[in-house]
């Protein structure tokens, strides 16, 4: 008998949502043998979840996260409505079962993106993340996703989605059962997938992530819905294999990004330069606010408009490794040679006001920019780059070229690691070359250097300075020269005795 697995990639989304999600490795055996054989395949289902913010995948052993996607068809505004509640008991109203809660981070989901809550690392393409603050009971469980809402000053809770979980069996039909102990399979992990045929049609695909360090990709390792496959009895030749393949996408005839260019780049773009990080404001002074008035700025090189469709701006705060993500939406566009300010209000990210970091990436998650890490942010300053290097600037200047100005005292930079890349502005000092045009280049005037004082002007002060100071010790001068007279005389008296 023959045994042959192979394995091919696929991306997994659920109705052309989630496009940027977990990658599902999709394993396959099959069996087969000379007369009489018997061949059996095994085909991953794709990811689905029911409507609303759904739960798309857990793992509850070892490093443990949580992937939350937008089914709702329209945006989520306020993610901090949502809250994850964790039981330690598969049956929640048992008797001593202790649980814990978890608010989801602030800002907006759009439809079809996906929220991960992990223990740090990859994003997975997920449009928020956050660390994990809730732990889940290896052996039994129950966790739900509820929203608060107040109205009319009452507080009211709605429970969207719940998965419950056991190392045993499991008595809620569509949950997940004979979950695996971290000491036997400290890789295991659950997605979500649908079977109409089934009541409850969302039910639970068991797979293991490829390895600790790397949670976006799941290996399914069975299947119950798959159905044998038998191959004839009269045909002497073994069944034929299907040829290796790699599905980067699957999308439907109306997706919009059907369109879209090699490695899900839009097709508009390619051959173009990569827009560039420009300017962050994480401190705007009063009486703007962070929630509305941070923004970053991109600029777009090319004389030609560039799709931004898919791209993604990518945040740190402070020295933490937790990262944010914001997916830009189809049709969003810079024009050929010109700025543009996302504002907080707008994006799902935030700037943090203790330092921090930006990246873009392209919609394969590939960083194309970077800002340098910048420290505390005063108020009013923003983090801009001119010639190369980034300085703090007290003129923050939102979908236009940087001005540089940081004639503000205290004002410093961010030190660059690799030594350079940096400005450091204190006083006038580094921005003295530059001139106040939009531009931000270099003045070739001569009107900008200190002219050195003359060598005469110099003696002339000295001298001043000197008779002022012989006048104002006049006094002390006669008497010590009068105390001298004193002493000379009396020396000479003492010589004359016999």
Known sequence: ??????????????????????????????????????????????????????????????????????????TITDLSQYWLQVFNNANPGAAGVSSSLQQLPAGSLQSGQAVLLSEGGSTCGAAVTDSLGISLSDSSGYLQVIQNTVVSGVLSQLTHDAVSWSSGANATPGMISSVPSNSSDPLNSWYRYQNSLLTPPFL????????????????????????????????????????????????????????????????????????VLNELLPNPKEPQTDADDEYVELYNPNDATFDLSGFKLQTRSGTSDTKRTYTFPSGTKIAPKSFAAYPSENISVSLSNNGGQVWLLDPKGNIISQTEPYTEAKEGLAWALAEGKWYWTTTPTPNAANTINGSTSGISSSKNKSGSGVGVVEGTKQNASLDSSPTGKKSNSSDNKNPLLHPLIIAGVATAALLYGLYEYRGDIKNKLHQLQQNRATRRARRQKP
């Open 204 to 275: 639970w695909q068991k797979a293991r992530i490829a390895s600790l360090g790397d949670i976006c990709q799941l290996n399914v390792v069975d299947n119950v819905s798959s159905a044998p496959v038998t191959t004839s009895t009269v045909n002497q030749l073994l069944p034929g294999l299907p040829p290796p393949a790699t599905i980067v996408s699957v999308l439907s005839e109306t997706d919009e990004s059907s369109e879209s260019g090699s490695g899900g780049l839009p097709a508009a773009d390619i051959g173009l330069r990569s827009p």
């Open 1 to 74: 008998m023959l045994l042959l697995a192979w394995q091919f990639a696929c991306s997994i989304q659920s109705l052309s949502m989630f496009r940027d999600g977990l990658k599902i490795w999709v394993v396959t055996v099959l069996a087969a043998g000379l007369l009489g054989s018997v061949a059996s395949a095994v085909v991953a289902p794709p990811l689905a979840v029911p409507a609303g913010l759904a739960l798309a995948e857990i793992k509850m052993t070892g490093s443990e996260f949580v992937m939350l996607v937008n089914n709702s068809g329209s």
